[in-house]
Nanobody, 123 residues
């Protein structure tokens, strides 16, 4: 069984910074990609940033230049450094991983989600 656990959320003033972490544990053979999504109240969940196993990254336009995604493969962990935070960044942030719990030649790929961590940006 695979678990993803997020941490690092909280209340921060506009212009401040937070660093989110997400650790994957359990039966994991290989992680192809990890990503952060967020869901604000009354809105759909949306991609914030993603990173592949060879560190190719992509970002939502709204966070480019302010957020940085990184991963530590040995720890099955992904991070999201969030700088210059704005009130509109307030949301529950979710971690997602695409991974297989079985090796080749018969991998079993699946998509796993964490339970989320709340980020509130307010003065």
């Amino acid at each position: 069984q695979v678990q993803l656990v997020e941490s690092g959320g909280g209340l921060v003033q506009p212009g401040g910074s937070l660093r989110l972490s997400c650790a994957a544990s359990g039966r994991i053979w290989s992680i192809a990609s990890m990503a952060w999504y967020r869901q604000a109240s009354g809105q759909q969940r949306a991609l914030v940033a993603g990173i592949t196993s060879n560190n190719i990254t992509n970002y939502a336009d709204s966070v480019k230049g302010r957020f940085l995604i990184s991963r530590e493969n040995a720890k099955n962990t992904v991070y999201l450094q969030m700088n210059s935070l704005k009130p509109e960044d307030t949301a529950v942030y979710y971690c997602k991983a695409v991974l297989t719990d079985k090796p080749p030649p018969h991998p079993r790929w699946g998509e796993y989600w964490g339970k989320g961590t709340l980020v509130s940006v307010s003065s």
